[in-house]
Nanobody, 122 residues
Framework: VQLQASGGGLVQTGASLRLSCAAS????????VAWFRQAPGNEREFVAA????????DYADSVKGRFTIARDNAKNTVYLQMNSLKPEDTAAYYC????????????????WGQGTQVTVSS
């Protein structure tokens, strides 16, 4: 599967953005999809994950209550709705996918898209 992330931009603190991860392939519902982010000088960190059917999702503690992951399998797309953005959310955001088993949601991803930059100004 090939992944294409989009939707990043420069926003002010408190603003919202919606990232999209568009996937190729006919069996998208068979893939667990996650978002990760990496800021300069930092390690890549897990943000959120969603199961193939969309019924299970997990979030990093730092984004719980502000970010929502969702998917539309008919459109082969996963979304990350980001609200109440903070300067510490500034990073390149990557979507990733893996086949089959959801757990553990933070690791074992096989496919990665290119990053989309999110910059939150204070």
């Amino acid at each position: 599967v090939q992944l294409q992330a989009s939707g990043g931009g420069l926003v002010q603190t408190g603003a919202s953005l919606r990232l999209s991860c568009a996937a190729s392939g006919r069996t998208f519902s068979g893939y667990v999809v996650a978002w990760f982010r990496q800021a300069p000088g930092n390690e890549r960190e897990f943000v959120a994950a969603i199961s193939g059917g969309g019924g299970v999702a997990d979030y990093a503690d730092s984004v719980k209550g502000r970010f929502t992951i969702a998917r539309d399998n008919a459109k082969n797309t996963v979304y990350l709705q980001m609200n109440s953005l903070k300067p510490e959310d500034t990073a390149a955001y990557y979507c990733a996918a893996k086949r089959g088993i959801y757990y553990p949601p933070k690791s074992s991803y096989e496919y990665w898209g290119q990053g989309t930059q999110v910059t939150v100004s204070s």
